[in-house]
């Protein structure tokens, strides 16, 4: 099997150690191990059920797992003395349904956080908040509603909420799945960008093309388990038949 066991090293943003993880009788997580160093790009591919929404909750302590170690950017997120609000700081998460609050402008969606969790001044927020609109590129979107944006242009305005927090790792859970396919080019194209600039990430997606271009490393989850990792390459090369077989059904 193409396997790499990897520990956590000094240099690793998120390491996942032997998570085991249940939801009643149903084991989701079953000794599951991965890290990511700075700068890397992850991607979580596997078949619905297999457990990488659940992996990615659990980096976020949205879920508490049962066995195992997380460490991310230095917290011990099964600690029960974890500071979840640094935890959350450095973390960014965006899901595949729209994040924004439909009550809120563009401009107040992406200062809330900062204003009310980093104590960051209204004025502060609100030059941040144009910075990171432009570097998805909607700067001219500031005070207007999400209902106002179409699908993908949402999807650009939650991660630009998100790198208001300024995290070190961000978290991406199918962020396109729910995107007409003409909108889906636009969200990714954010993400290499941020990929580029060196932003840390743990990404799940089923954008097998995208995923070969991005991905430091490919972590193919199956029946809770890591089946199969390695670099990009073994989305084209799979060594077992569970991944040649997804890869080549293409879901
Ligand atoms: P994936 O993201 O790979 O599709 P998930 O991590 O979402 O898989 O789910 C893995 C399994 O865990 C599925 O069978 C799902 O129904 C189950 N599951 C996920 N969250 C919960 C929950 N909160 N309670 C019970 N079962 C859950
Ligand atoms: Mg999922």
Known sequence: MHSITRTHSASSVVALSNVHKSFGALKVLDGVSFAVDRGEVLVLIGRSGSGKSTALRCIDRFETIDRGEIVVCGHRVNDPKLDLRALRQDVG????????????????????????????????????????????????????????????????????????????????????????????????????????????????????????????RVVFMHRGKVHETGPAAILTSPATPELAQFVGTGL
């Open 93 to 216: 998460i965006v899901f595949q349904s729209y994040n924004l609050f439909p009550h809120l402008t563009i401009e107040e969606n992406i200062t809330l956080a900062p204003c009310s969790v980093k104590g960051i001044s209204k004025v502060q927020a609100k030059e941040q908040a144009r910075r990171v609109l432009a570097q998805v590129g909607l700067e001219d979107k500031l005070h207007q509603y999400p209902e106002q944006l179409s699908g993908g242009q949402q999807q650009r305005a939650a991660i630009a909420r998100s790198l208001a927090m300024q995290p070190k790792v961000m978290l991406f859970d199918e962020v396109t799945s729910a995107l007409d396919p003409e909108l889906t080019g636009e969200v990714l194209k954010v993400i290499e960008a941020l990929a580029a600039d060196g932003m840390t990430m743990v990404m799940v997606t089923h954008e097998m093309g995208f995923a070969r271009g991005i991905a430091n």
